[in-house]
Every structure is written in C-alpha cells, then in structure tokens.
C-alpha cells in the first residue's frame, strides 16, 4: 500500500473547492466517508429550528 501524505485546505479561502463541491464528492461516491454502505436521501436536510 502507497502512503499519500494529504494537505489540510481551507474550503473558505480556495478558489474552486467548496462546500457545494464537496458535497457533490461525497454524492458521487459515498463510501469515501468509510461508514460502509450508505445511501444518500438529501444533499441538505432541513433542521427544524437550525440556522442563523
């Protein structure tokens, strides 16, 4: 196995990767997260009395 040293980014500060790219990441292929066989229902859920 190949070791790969990864690279802490700041998804506030870069220029393409955000947040809407990252969730489309993990859409694309959930088992990146490592919690076994997922299936994903929403993008972004709606948490009652959440927000600013």
Known sequence: M???KLKKI???NHPT???KWLQQVI???PSL???G??????KE???L????
């Not at 066989?37 to 929403?42: Q, S, Y």
């Not at 009395?49 to 600013?52: S, Y």
């Open 49 to 52: 009395g959440g927000g600013r």
């Open 17 to 19: 990767i955000n947040e």
């Open 2 to 4: 190949k070791h790969v």
């Open 10 to 12: 700041s998804l506030k």
């Open 33 to 35: 997260l490592g919690l």
């Open 37 to 42: 066989e997922l299936v994903v229902r929403d």
């Open 27 to 29: 859409v694309d292929d």
């Open 45 to 47: 859920r709606r948490q």
